[in-house]
């Protein structure tokens, strides 16, 4: 049906930014009144909701990251992309990519990221 994958540097260092791309396979599923989003999972702590894009291309981020968030999507919608700016340690963690719509959802299996001091 539809499949994720995430991609992208899995060590960092601080202060840098971070890009994160999620490549989407749907097949003949016509992906429409979805949510595009990015969700973390920080180690020993439940997921948090980073951003996401909506199906008019709106962008809706946490406000817990302070404005160093940005997602984007191309315009075939095979791809999407999370940047976070200035990481510090505290943004380690398992990042999700992921689709997301009122009766269906649909999960990268996640990739690690690891920022070092």
């Known amino acids: 049906q539809v499949q994720l994958q995430e991609s992208g540097p899995g060590l960092v260092k601080t202060s840098q930014a971070l890009s994160l791309t999620c490549t989407v396979s749907?097949?003949?599923?016509?992906?429409?009144?979805?949510?595009w989003s990015w969700i973390r999972q920080p180690p020993g702590r439940g997921l948090e909701w980073i951003g996401y894009?909506?199906?008019?291309?709106?962008?809706y981020y946490s406000p817990s990251l302070n404005n160093r968030t940005s997602v984007s999507r191309d315009s075939s919608k095979t791809q999407f992309t999370l940047q976070l700016n200035s990481v510090t340690p505290e943004d380690t963690a398992v990042y999700y990519c992921?689709?997301?719509?009122?009766?269906?959802?649909?999960w990268g299996q996640g990739t690690q990221v690891t920022v070092s001091s």
């Open positions: 894009m909506d199906y008019s291309g709106t962008t």
């Open positions: 749907s097949g003949s599923y016509e992906i429409k009144y979805y949510y």
């Open positions: 992921a689709i997301l719509g009122s009766g269906s959802s649909f």
